[in-house]
């Protein structure tokens, strides 16, 4: 165990026996009175972009992408209300049915190995406080939980069959000039070797916490802490601990501007340790209401603890939502990165990526999301005589219809593909996934 995470680990416990405590008294006041005080200044917290997203991408070993998420049929018509009732909350459960077939299980780049999987996973989602047994409200403290575990099996047997464990805990705590938010995700199971091959055994685990303090009517402070391990059996065990602070100003109706910084490290066992501080400039604008987008720009500086320079680059990211029609929406997403290689010892990754999704709702019961993401990795030599290995191109492609049978039940069919290749063909891999989902919530 990395010494952050056990810092990490001990802080967030503290702050989240005294964060429960507070919530759960704030929570009967509202069941009793049903009012909550109209004088409390509220806050939308909105998650910060950190150093440029997840630790691990699709472009060098993201075995955390293993084909569709079994969540997306169970909350794509989220806006019906199921669910129950229970421990002064509001208990849905949750089981997905899936059957796929997968024409590179391992992630092999040469030696491909394709098989039929069928995952089946059960959960439930659980907020409290809820009240009559209604979907609850948004804006006042709230504790909520999901869980879901499933069993992955591999019918022709080129891998081993499965168990897939997550958990997801959230708290929002309102005070009179400020809001915090805690969240606590762990992951366990196995997930495709992007970089070798076969299929590895990974935990991840992240506790994160953020809170947005009101300074003045148009002025406010935002600070969050976040943490991320990654173990994998026989394999490179990866952390990340990093802070950061801003101040947003309202600049007016539709704009909202801000100043700060970020700072972090990366820990890896294989590779080089490193440190890094950000600075950024960030805006929000809401170009109509039906076209908003968010942008920040900076500069990252990044130090590392062998013989290795230091790095400086720019780094930016834009994000634009578009709402073309009551039942239609695009996403658009651009990112520039700078990072060290977990996998590469005396590699610096520059990571450039461009998303672009769609949702159309039509027929009423039926809805069509389309997604492509396509990204470049450029490595840069980081010591003498480290090996540069040029250019690293990848792409990932989602297409999705769900249809809503009945109350709850809903069924999806669903296609992935995945790419890569590097510089002269090096490295290359695809993967194909083609399947249909049923998933019912009660």
């Known amino acids: 165990m990395f010494f952050g995470q056990k810092i990490a680990v001990s802080l967030f ?23 909550l005080d109209d004088t409390v200044d509220r806050f939308e917290l909105e998650p910060n972009d950190d150093e440029g997203g997840d630790i691990e991408r699709v472009g060098e070993a993201s075995a955390d992408y293993d ?53 089946l996973t059960g959960g439930f989602d659980w907020t409290f406080p809820s009240r009559s047994g209604s979907l609850p409200s948004v804006g006042g403290n709230q504790l909520s939980g999901s869980y879901r575990a499933g069993y992955e099996i591999f019918l022709d047997g080129v891998a081993e069959n499965n168990v897939r464990n997550s958990l997801s805990l959230t708290g929002t ?60 059996e026989d394999n490179i065990d990866t952390e990340r601990l990093l802070g950061e602070g801003f101040i947003d100003y309202q600049a007016g109706a539709k704009t909202r501007l ?10 890896t066992s294989v590779g080089f340790n490193s440190l890094f501080e950000q600075f950024r400039l960030r805006s929000e604008y809401e170009v109509t209401e039906r076209i908003q987008w968010d942008l920040y720009g900076g ?15 720019p780094i930016f990211g834009l994000n634009l939502s578009y709402e073309l029609s009551r ?8 990112e520039r990165a700078l990072r060290p290689s977990n996998f590469l010892p005396g590699q610096i990754r520059k990571d450039l990526t461009i998303s672009l999704g769609m ?12 997604s492509g993401t396509i990204g470049r990795a450029s490595f840069a030599q980081s010591t003498q005589g480290a090996l ?39 490295n290359a891999l695809e993967n194909n996934q083609t399947g249909i989902r049923l998933s019912y919530r009660f």
């Open 173 to 232: 705590r309102v005070f009179r000039r400020a809001e915090v938010d805690i969240s606590y995700d762990l992951f366990t199971g196995t997930t495709p070797d992007v970089q070798e091959g076969g299929r590895i055994a990974r935990v991840t685990h992240s506790p994160n916490v953020a809170a947005r303090i009101a300074l003045g009517r148009k002025l406010d402070a935002t600070l969050g802490f976040r943490y991320q391990n990654t173990e994998v």
């Open 327 to 334: 039942s239609s929406t695009l996403d658009f997403s651009a």
């Open 359 to 370: 949702q159309q709702r039509f027929f009423l019961d039926y809805f069509l999301y389309v």
């Open 67 to 119: 084909g569709p998420s079994e969540y997306s049929a169970a909350t794509s018509l989220s806006t019906r209300q199921v669910g129950s009732p229970i421990w002064g909350g509001h208990l849905l459960w949750v089981t997905v049915t899936e059957l796929r077939y997968d024409d590179n299980v391992l992630y092999g780049a040469g030696r491909r190995a394709s098989d039929v999987v069928s995952i």
């Open 258 to 267: 801000g100043l700060g910084t970020v700072v972090g490290s990366d820990q």
């Open 13 to 35: 416990l503290i702050f989240m026996t005294l964060f429960v405590n507070g919530v759960l008294v704030e929570a009967q006041e509202v069941e009793v009175s049903e009012v």
């Open 299 to 313: 500069a990252e500086f990044r130090q590392f603890d062998a013989d290795v320079e230091s790095e400086f680059g």
């Open 388 to 426: 540069g290995l040029g250019s690293q191109m990848y792409s990932v492609v989602s297409l999705q219809l769900t249809k809503s049978f009945i109350n709850g039940l809903d069924g999806q069919i669903f296609y992935n593909r995945t790419g890569r290749e590097g510089s002269a063909g090096r």
